[in-house]
């Protein structure tokens, strides 16, 4: 009786630990459970700047050049064009981004390192020892110190990557900085069957590199952040299981 009542307590606990660790992990279970059989839902087209982690870039600007104007004259200084440009040059314009990304990336390292040490320190005539009668040679050690080493390590690894993305996304003006430099930001969501892909682009773009057409390409973007993936059914099933990924962050080995 003692031990049943002793190991009752201890079984309560592991269970309820156990369904605990369900419940934090399996929002998203449940989440799939409830979509079983949806496909992904689109994001609502929303202002970017409302968002709560939405922030207004800063960087260093020149000093203002003031407009001037001749009299007489239909052309204004600092003007791009005679006639009204119908490229993007405010908030809330839309402008083409050109993605063209072909990364290729090989890479090789090997290592070697080997050590091997070896310590002895005897005491054959260590302060006097050979005067001291055999009797008394024999309480004293043969070596105040010994010790040996041995370590190796063999390392290798590589790398060997090819990426391609090829796609045309269509880009919000946001900000417009000081020196009349852009911040841009798009978004793009393709559903296909019961998988979403969705791009993600954003950067700071020049007026003089927008082409005639209003695109403008992704290699003269500065700060470009490119973010493509997706989720539904096929990342489901290449991710694994939220049991064993906590069991690779928990566990030491």
């Known amino acids: ?49 409302a968002k709560p982690g939405y922030k207004p870039v800063q960087m260093p600007m020149p000093t203002p050049q003031p407009v001037t104007y001749n009299p007489n004259s239909l052309w204004r200084n600092g003007s791009r064009a005679f006639f009204n440009d119908q490229r ?52 004293l050690p043969g070596s105040l110190l010994t010790a040996d080493s041995n370590s190796q390590s063999n390392g290798m ?20 900085l000081p020196n009349g430099n852009m911040v841009i930001e798009g978004k793009q969501e393709v559903r296909l069957n019961y998988e979403l892909r969705e791009l993600i682009i954003a950067g700071v773009v020049r007026p003089e590199d927008i082409q005639s057409d209003n695109a403008i390409d992704l290699t003269k973007i500065a700060e470009a952040r490119v973010a493509y993936g997706g989720r539904g059914q096929l990342m489901n099933i290449q991710q694994e299981r939220w049991g064993q990924q906590a069991a690779d962050v928990i566990l030491p080995f």
Request: glycine share 4%; with cysteine.
């Open 1 to 49: 009786m003692l031990k049943s009542h002793l190991r009752s307590p201890l079984v309560r606990s592991l269970l309820g630990t156990a369904a605990i660790a369900s419940l934090l992990g399996g929002c998203t279970s449940v989440d799939r459970l409830k979509t079983l059989t949806a496909p992904p839902a689109l994001s609502a087209v929303d202002d970017p700047t």
């Open 157 to 176: 690894g590589w790398i060997n990557r090819q990426d391609q993305l090829v796609t045309n996304v269509a880009a919000v003006v946001t900000q417009m």
């Open 88 to 139: 993007a040059h405010q908030v809330g314009d839309i402008l083409t981004v050109k993605v063209n990304v072909n990364d290729v990336a090989q890479f090789m390292d090997q290592t070697q390192l080997q050590r091997s040490t070896t310590e002895d320190s005897e005491l054959s005539n260590f302060l006097g020892a050979n005067a001291l009668p055999s009797s008394a040679k024999k309480f």
